[in-house]
């Protein structure tokens, strides 16, 4: 089990770029594959982005592909996504979470953060 904080969400203006941050503690970030969720109010949680374990290896949503960026620092125990051309469909609590298999699903992610807030004008 690992404890999971993300920070770096705010308001932006569309076509703005945002870099969020998750940070965990009590466990070795290195052990799992990271993803990213984000849920939008009057939505399903939705996936975002993942990374597998050693970082070589990252899967994108259509809607987010080519404009986000997945990355990971295992010695620093951190997880980023960037944010770039950001829209305002965008706008969604963001959440980074912790799985033992590489998947899109967030069934297979056991650990989750509080989640961080990110809203993109028009």
């Known amino acids: 089990q690992v404890q999971l904080a993300e920070s770096g969400g705010g308001l932006v203006q569309a076509g703005g770029s945002l870099k969020l941050t998750c940070a965990a503690s009590?466990?070795?970030?290195?052990?799992?594959?990271m993803g990213w969720f984000r849920q939008a109010p009057g939505k399903e949680r939705e996936f975002v982005a993942v990374?597998?374990?050693?970082?070589?290896?990252?899967y994108y949503s259509d809607s987010v592909k080519g404009r986000f960026t997945i990355s990971r620092d295992n010695a620093q125990n951190t997880v980023f996504l960037q944010m770039s051309s950001l829209k305002p469909e965008d706008t969604a609590v963001y959440y980074c979470a912790a799985a033992l298999r590489f998947d899109y699903h967030a069934h297979s992610y056991g650990d989750w953060g509080q989640g961080t807030q990110v809203t993109v004008s028009s």
């Open positions: 009590g466990g070795t970030l290195s052990n799992y594959h």
């Open positions: 990374i597998n374990m050693g970082g070589e290896h990252t």
